[in-house]
């Protein structure tokens, strides 16, 4: 079992910058390949980005290529989302997400969730 907390959401202007934290519970955090969706209003949740357990293995959404980065620490259970140049597009609740060994871009492919964490830019 794996829970999940995000932190780091709030209310920034275009082309500001928030880091997004995703604290994981467990023994086995090193074990787990880490996801982060998006879900704006009135749209289906999204995928942002994806990390290996290793730390390798990374991949983006084209909409976050060049201005988001993914990163884990193993030893303090902890995957970041650091997001440059945010867009008023970009506002929406991030999630994170964990899922055994495979990375993967489908939001169902991943076992546990955290709570979310809103993110609002204003232009």
């Known amino acids: 079992q794996v829970q999940l907390v995000e932190s780091g959401g709030g209310v920034v202007q275009a082309g500001g910058s928030l880091r997004l934290s995703c604290a994981a519970s467990?023994?086995?955090?090193?074990?787990?390949?880490m996801g982060w969706f998006r879900q704006a209003p009135g749209k289906e949740r999204e995928f942002v980005s994806y990390?290996?357990?290793?730390?390798?293995?990374?991949h983006y959404a084209d909409s976050a290529k060049g201005r988001f980065t993914v990163s884990r620490d193993n030893a303090k259970n902890t995957v970041y989302l650091q997001m440059n140049d945010l867009k008023p597009e970009d506002t929406a609740i991030y999630y994170c997400?964990?899922?055994?060994?495979?990375?993967?871009?489908?939001?169902?492919?991943?076992?546990?969730w955290g709570q979310g964490t809103q993110v609002t830019v204003s232009s």
């Open positions: 997400a964990a899922r055994r060994f495979l990375v993967g871009q489908i939001a169902d492919e991943y076992d546990y």
């Open positions: 467990g023994r086995t955090f090193s074990t787990y390949a």
């Open positions: 990390i290996g357990w290793s730390g390798g293995n990374i």
